[in-house]
């Protein structure tokens, strides 16, 4: 790799790690479209671009994950007996949907993952505003149907692993509607992102290992020297970002990163050819 592209993998780690840790996000909205761009620069085939992408984005997820993870324990935000209850069905969930996604041609993918991150940017105007009244929310995982938990818990795992995520914007959601506090929301995620994106990981090394793109250092659809670079900034800034949860103003901190995962995705699919009237 030149030395410009290790300082944007560098700065794209710092601030993926940033969001995770502070938004209860895996990071996965900018890496996705930011690595697309990125690897079609050093002329990935356009049908195994958004591929490569997905499994490089979660592998990174994984070292971040476990950085807001331990943030998060240390400061008590994790309900632990609900990790256990939903870590089973995130992981079947996350690795079986790896192999649906590698089926998928990437233009499909990048659609998909566009109008999931409309989602997730709606979802966060909408919680933003709400987020002063969560916080009074009290914390009742016993009364939550174990059924229902399983079933939400392959929910999560599988659409996470189609776009990459680590479940904090499916997640954290379900867990305030189950009158979880949000904090304790945002840390229960982080803890669930780590096995969710382990899972996601070893999935996309399997299901691309006879599709491995020709980049050096690229095992399935994962690409281990931007996993690397990208890792080291982003374990260090997600508890950087847990950290400042109780004193940043994050309802308008996700209104401006709702705001760019749009203009992001909107960007991916430019790069990819879906939006021939843009120009950005």
């Given at each position: 790799m030149n030395i410009d592209l290790i300082l944007t993998f560098l700065a794209l780690g710092t601030f993926v790690g940033f969001a995770a840790g502070l938004?209860?996000?895996?990071?996965?909205?900018?890496?996705?479209?930011?690595?697309?761009?990125?690897?079609?620069?050093?002329?990935?085939?356009?049908?195994?671009?958004?591929?490569?992408?997905?499994?490089?984005?979660?592998a990174c997820i994984m070292v971040t994950s476990?950085?807001?993870?331990?943030?998060?324990h240390a400061n008590g935000a994790v309900v632990w007996p609900l990790v256990k209850l939903m870590v089973l069905g995130v992981v079947l969930g996350t690795?079986?949907?790896?192999?649906?996604?590698a089926m998928i041609s990437s233009k499909a993918l990048a659609i998909f993952f566009a109008c999931f991150m409309g989602y997730v940017a709606i979802q966060m105007l909408h919680h933003a505003k709400k987020s002063k009244h969560q916080n009074n929310q009290s914390s009742t995982h016993q009364n939550i149907n174990?059924?229902?938990?399983?079933?939400?818990?392959?929910?999560?795992?599988?659409?996470?692993?189609?776009?990459?995520?680590?479940?904090?914007?499916?997640?954290?959601?379900?867990?305030?509607?189950?009158?979880?506090?949000?904090?304790?929301?945002?840390?229960?995620?982080a803890a669930i992102?780590?096995?969710?994106?382990?899972a996601g990981s070893f999935g996309y090394l399997l299901s691309g290992w006879s599709h491995t793109p020709s980049i050096p250092y690229t095992y399935g659809f994962i690409n281990l020297p931007a996993v690397l670079v990208i890792s080291i900034t982003s374990f260090f800034?997600?508890?950087?970002?847990?950290?400042?949860?109780?004193?940043?103003?994050?309802?308008?901190?996700?209104?401006?990163?709702?705001?760019?995962?749009?203009l992001l995705s909107l960007k991916m699919l430019w790069n990819l050819q879906l939006l021939p009237c843009c120009n950005f």
């Open positions: 938004l209860g996000i895996g990071g996965g909205g900018v890496l996705v479209p930011m690595l697309t761009a990125i690897f079609l620069s050093q002329n990935i085939p356009v049908d195994q671009v958004v591929h490569l992408a997905l499994g490089t984005s979660m476990l950085s807001s993870l331990r943030a998060h690795f079986t949907a790896t192999f649906i996604a174990r059924v229902e938990l399983m079933l939400a818990s392959i929910g999560i795992g599988s659409i996470s692993a189609i776009v990459s995520i680590g479940g904090g914007s499916i997640t954290v959601p379900y867990l305030t509607w189950r009158n979880i506090d949000i904090k304790k929301a945002i840390g229960t995620s992102g780590f096995p969710l994106s382990m800034a997600a508890p950087l970002g847990a950290n400042l949860t109780q004193k940043l103003p994050v309802a308008t901190l996700k209104k401006i990163f709702a705001l760019l995962l749009t």
